[in-house]
């Protein structure tokens, strides 16, 4: 099955990005995922800040800027791997590099026929 | 037929239907699908079995009852439903081995089902009815009774934790070394919030053998027999038993309530005792000492007032401070200053109940019954007063009830 790993993390997290110590937990992870051959897919954001929202309002668009304000966690960026079931899966979200103050979501790709 | 012999054949179409589930869902992942086809061929068995007598081969009388449901429905069925044939492949399977010699006993996976019912990414105040259902056929209406549901509501939460372990790829495994004794633990939790359901009657159920409890214990039985090194399972086996030993001692012939402390030892039953401290000392051999141990321990030091009239409570303080050390959960803390009550006098266990957190106790009523107990103790009648009506105010037992009541007229009357 594949599992996306989804990553939220909090503002002081996106800051310490530039950190040797954090971002090198992350390229390890991710080397670890590709050594086991179990990365499908999957990217890092840049920070919440840049983003830009587009919402539909009735027939036009509105455009704004980013981040949504709620939520001390902001999505980081994501895993998609392949594994067998559920606890494979936990298994390898448990090792996630976040900090206290950021979160792993574990969600199964949906399947197209 | 008798009624006993009804209850035999209850029991092992209940435990075949089980062994189907498991191994129909082990290789489908699909709990609903595997259910739909065996529901009908267990109503059916539940019908006929205690008229007409249990077959030779349980489990395949239900799969020869469950294919001409399979049969039929395959018929109204898209043919591209992916889960459905799944399931049908498993059935296959099924029946193969049904008809090989060489493989005379059919393979009971009911383990991995219950490892699948208790899995953490499953809503815990779950864990019990799936398991329930799942593996014993106990059918909704009766859960929601047990579990202070509507039926609909009960009905919906469950068919969502069965889509859940279905979508979210919940392994049908016995987990890992690793992750085996954290993932028994739920399990076990499990089965003990199944007694405990039965044990405060709320199933509705005074008989024991077609109750809750009777389930919970027949389940652990089960476990005790696939996992015959795990001393944890010994010691919820021991824990339950030491509890159903002291079933009809627990009310007297007017059905009122009667305190453990009060009960007359001679209506235990000894030979559940018995069984109870031999699983304990099985258990104590194993040397790693955990929970469900340790209060079958504090029940065996209950039980021994039988031989000795007297209760050990120096023994029973030490085995709660283990307890609250390996598990400290409220319950654990109010038995603990109970305990303390005897030892040290009501005034220290107060000290102690004031020490929990506030938000907790506010609704716990066992938290308020041994707070009036020993306020009444330190002669300080309206306190205990006061704490006896939160205690009634709190009780969901009708028994129970009646019996705070009379502490608490005797309070009233002894203050004025």
């Known amino acids: 099955m594949q599992y996306a790993l989804i990553i939220r993390e909090s ?38 800040e840049t983003g830009t929202i587009v919402r539909r309002k009735g027939e036009d668009h509105d455009v704004q800027d980013g981040p949504y304000p709620e939520g001390k966690e902001q999505l980081g960026g994501f895993y998609v791997i392949e594994v067998p079931d559920l606890d494979a899966a936990l298994e390898w979200a448990t090792r996630v590099p976040v900090s206290e103050r950021g979160s792993v979501e574990i969600r199964p790709r949906l399947q197209t026929a | 037929m008798t009624s006993d012999a009804g209850r035999a054949a209850e029991k092992v179409a209940r435990q075949s239907y089980g062994k189907l589930i498991a191994f129909l869902a082990a290789r489908s992942r699909d709990v609903p699908a595997a259910e739909d086809a065996l529901s009908e061929a267990l109503a059916a068995a539940l019908r006929t079995w205690p008229e007409r007598g249990i077959p030779d081969n349980p489990e395949a009388w239900l799969l020869t009852a469950a294919r001409r449901n399979l049969i039929q429905a395959a018929r109204h069925r898209n043919v591209r439903d992916n889960a459905r044939s799944m399931v049908t492949l498993a059935f296959e399977e099924a029946e193969e081995r049904m008809n090989d010699v060489e493989n005379a ?51 919906q939460r469950l068919v969502r934790a069965k889509v859940k372990i279905r979508d979210a790829g919940i392994p ?8 085996l004794t954290e993932r028994l633990a739920g399990v076990l939790s499990a089965i003990y919030a199944a007694y405990g359901l039965g044990w405060d009657g709320l199933d509705g159920e005074e008989d024991s053998r077609t109750g809750l409890t009777g389930e919970a214990i027949w389940l652990s039985r089960t476990l005790t027999t696939i996992l015959p ?49 031999a699983l304990l000392r099985k258990a104590g051999t194993f040397d790693c000492f955990g929970p469900f141990q340790c209060q079958a321990a504090i029940q065996s030091v209950h039980v021994s007032r039988r031989r000795t009239a007297a209760t050990d409570w120096e023994a029973l303080v030490t085995l709660y401070r283990a307890l609250i050390s390996m598990k400290p959960t409220l319950g654990a803390k109010v038995s603990h200053a109970a305990v303390i009550g ?75």
């Open chain 2, 342 to 416: 005897r030892v040290e006098g009501a005034a220290s266990a107060l000290t102690l109940l004031d020490g929990l957190e506030q938000r907790a106790i506010a609704s716990y009523q066992p938290y308020w019954a041994v707070r009036a107990h020993l306020l009444s103790e330190l002669g300080e009648s309206d306190a205990a007063a006061e704490a006896y009506r939160i205690a009634i105010g709190l009780s969901d037992n009708p028994t129970i009830c009646t019996f705070l009541t009379g502490r608490l007229k005797a309070v009233i009357s002894r203050s004025a």
């Open chain 2, 172 to 179: 049908f495994a016995i987990p890992e070394q690793h992750m």
């Open chain 1, 11 to 48: 503002a002081e997290d996106f800051v310490r990005r530039g950190d040797p110590a954090y971002r090198d937990g992350w390229t390890a992870y991710t080397k670890a995922l590709v050594q086991a051959g179990i990365l499908t897919a999957g990217a890092g954001l840049t920070p919440p």
């Open chain 2, 105 to 155: 006993v059919f393979p009971d996976e009911r383990l991995k089902l219950l490892f699948a019912c208790t899995h953490p990414a499953i809503d815990r105040s779950m864990h019990t009815p799936l398991m329930l259902q799942t593996v014993l056929g106990v059918d909704a209406k009766t859960m929601a009774r047990a579990f202070v549901a509507s039926p609909d509501a009960m009905s």
């Open chain 2, 229 to 277: 090194e795990e001393p944890e399972v010994m010691g919820l086996l021991s824990l339950m038993l030491y509890c159903e030993a002291r079933r009809h001692a627990r009310r007297d012939i007017d059905g009122l309530y009667v305190p453990l402390e009060d009960q007359d030892t001679g209506l235990w039953n000894e030979i559940m005792m018995a069984e109870a401290d």
